[in-house]
């Protein structure tokens, strides 16, 4: 292991212990990238929207993928708060800086964690009450499938994942942690 990534998890006492390394995740974005190649037609731009702040890593390391393999990627960002520690508020907030175009688009909604599933649902029916995307697919790193609530169908998983609390790569306790090159288990 990477020394300084080594003196990280020795230092910090809520590291409980890695989930996921950075070549791990890599890979697994070049799996789900190939996966979602084959879904989309090469010759139109696929909308990625990206959850903020949590599937900021994932979504830049993705929407590269893609962009590798020949698809045009476009940029656009939705801010969704829920969490406030390591407790969901059971309350979904949607915060747009503009308006997106995605009429007519085909949408890649990625995020970093599916857990209830309320965040993704309310999402994406917001989306098509909004606009008229011509396909919306969703795309997440990690799935908890024991703890969902929603049926809301997720398209692309990375990882399932047990009922943990989880940090880094993007995903946070109370704002720390979300710059980590690998995920976690958190440990209170
Ligand atoms: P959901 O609406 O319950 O599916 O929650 C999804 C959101 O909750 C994610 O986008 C994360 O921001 C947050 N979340 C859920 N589980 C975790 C976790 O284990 N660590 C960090 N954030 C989490």
Known sequence: ?????KNIIENDAHIQKVMFTYDQINHKTIELACDIARSFPI???????????????????????????????????????????????????????REMDI?????????????????????????????????????????????RLKDTKIDFIGFEIPDEFVIGFGMDCDQKYRALPFIAIYKQ
């Open 103 to 147: 009429d007519d688009k085909n949408v890649l909604i990625v995020e970093d964690i599916v857990d209830t599933g309320a965040t993704l649902e309310k999402l994406k029916r917001f989306l098509n009450e909004k606009h008229s995307p011509n396909d919306i697919k969703i795309c997440t790193l990690l799935d908890k499938p024991s703890r």
């Open 43 to 97: 010759d139109k731009p696929i909308v990625a929207i990206c959850v903020l702040k949590g599937a900021v890593p994932f979504y830049s390391l993705l929407c590269q993928k893609l962009s590798e393999k020949g698809f045009q990627v476009d940029f656009e960002f939705v801010r969704i708060r829920s969490y406030i520690g390591t407790d969901s508020s059971g309350t979904v907030e949607i915060r747009l800086d």
């Open 1 to 5: 292991m990477n020394p300084d990534i």
